[in-house]
Structures are given as C-alpha cells and as structure tokens.
T-cell receptor, first 113, second 116 residues
Framework: QQQVKQSPQSLIVQKGGISIINCAYE??????FPWYQQFPGKGPALLIA?????SEKKEGRFTISFNKSAKQFSLHIMDSQPGDSATYFC????????????FGTGTRLTVIP | GAVVSQHPSWVICKSGTSVKIECRSL??????MFWYRQFPKQSLMLMAT?????????EQGVEKDKFLINHASLTLSTLTVTSAHPEDSSFYIC????????????FGEGSWLTVV
C-alpha cells in the first residue's frame, strides 16, 4: 500500500514558470515531510522539509505548502530553470515510530528553455 | 553539512558471487541506517532498517539471507548481496540518521550493481 501518493508522474514546464507537485498521505502519525531532488545516477538530496505545525515554508525558489486537515502537501518551484530538471520525491516520516521515510512515487520534472 | 558516503559507486560482478556495499556517515554518528533499492524510473523501496549493534529489520518480501546487513559501528553499515543474480542488478542507496527525533535523514550517492 502506497503510504504517500504523489502526482503528477511527469511534468513539463517552460523556463521561468511555476512547477507544482502534489502529495497526499493518510497516516496522521506522520510529522515530518521532506522533499528530495534526485538527478539520474545520484542519490536523493534533501531540498526542503516541513513539519505540520506550519502551513508554508519557503527557501529561495522552493516553497512547501502544507494542509494538515486535508493531509496534503505540495512543492512549488518558482522561476523554474532547466537545471531544476530532475526527479522529485515527496516523503513522510513518523519520527516517534520506526523513523524511516515513506516515499512518493516521484515526479520527473523537465524544464524547457 | 552531514555527508553519507557509499562505496563502491559502481560494481559489476559475476552471477553467483557476493558483493559488499559500504555506507559511511562521515561527520556524524548514525544510530540508524536505511537501505533502499531503486529500479530505473521508480521510487525508492525500503529494504531494511539497520540499528547499530543489533540485527537489521527487513521489510516484507526482502530476503534477509540474500541481503546481509551489518551495522557494526555508529559510522558504518554494509550491505552484502550474496549469490548475486542478474535480477539483483539495481541502484542501492543508503541513508543515515543521528540519534534523537528531529534529525535529518541524509542519503548516500548510491551504488550501481550490475550482475552479469
């Protein structure tokens, strides 16, 4: 059973546009929600993370929006650049439990010049 | 920042042989390490959770006798793929977390295994 559902599977955005990736979860014990960026042949790199006590977190061009009641969170990439082309994974973790991450299925983002 | 190193990055082995992949936390003590497997264009699949000094906890469907995990110290965990077969070819990624809640999980760069 997929603990974290992610959409879309792939996304093509024009340079300068906004990329939006959505995730949803069911387990209310999750209390840490990171986003990872992965380039081909590389391990995932932490991009930005949020805890459910805030509704939004912004770091540079990357923003996480979090809706606790809907159990949804999303990644917004502003002013998308070709260098942002990668696969993005949302994840969720129950820090009081096993502490492992449950990953979404990934979104392959392509930013075209 | 914290760095997790994996070695080797690439390995090719013959079918039937065993291969060991190392995962090291370079500047922090990792009480827990995780091993993932990733097929092309797919998400990361958790294989096992490894706690220092104790036996690894394997996810359902992962053969513990085939994928031997040893977390002998607070900075090193190893994954040994025993009697490797071509279907074991995959991208293996480890991650590590320090003690206490609220700590970030850092990932290694991954290890490509090709079994011929």
């Amino acid at each position: 059973q997929q603990q974290v559902k992610q959409s879309p599977q792939s996304l093509i955005v024009q340079k300068g546009g906004i990329s939006i990736i959505n995730c949803a979860y069911e387990n209310t014990a999750f209390d840490y929600f990171p986003w990872y960026q992965q380039f081909p042949g590389k391990g995932p790199a932490l991009l930005i993370a949020i805890r459910p006590d805030v509704s939004e977190k912004k770091e540079g061009r990357f923003t996480i929006s979090f809706n606790k009641s809907a159990k949804q969170f999303s990644l917004h990439i502003m002013d998308s650049q070709p260098g942002d082309s990668a696969t993005y994974f949302c994840a969720a973790r129950d820090q009081t439990g096993a502490n492992n991450l449950f990953f979404g299925t990934g979104t392959r983002l392509t930013v075209i010049p | 920042g914290a760095v997790v190193s994996q070695h080797p990055s690439w390995v090719i082995c013959k079918s039937g042989t065993s291969v060991k992949i190392e995962c090291r936390s370079l500047d922090f003590q990792a009480t827990t390490m995780f091993w993932y497997r990733q097929f092309p264009k797919q998400s990361l699949m958790l294989m096992a959770t490894s706690n220092e000094g104790s036996k690894a906890t394997y996810e359902q469907g992962v053969e513990k006798d085939k994928f031997l995990i040893n977390h002998a110290s607070l900075t090193l965990s190893t994954l040994t793929v025993t009697s490797a077969h071509p279907e074991d070819s995959s991208f293996y990624i480890c991650s590590a977390i320090g003690g206490g809640i609220g700590n970030t999980i850092y990932f290694g760069e991954g290890s490509w295994l090709t079994v011929v």
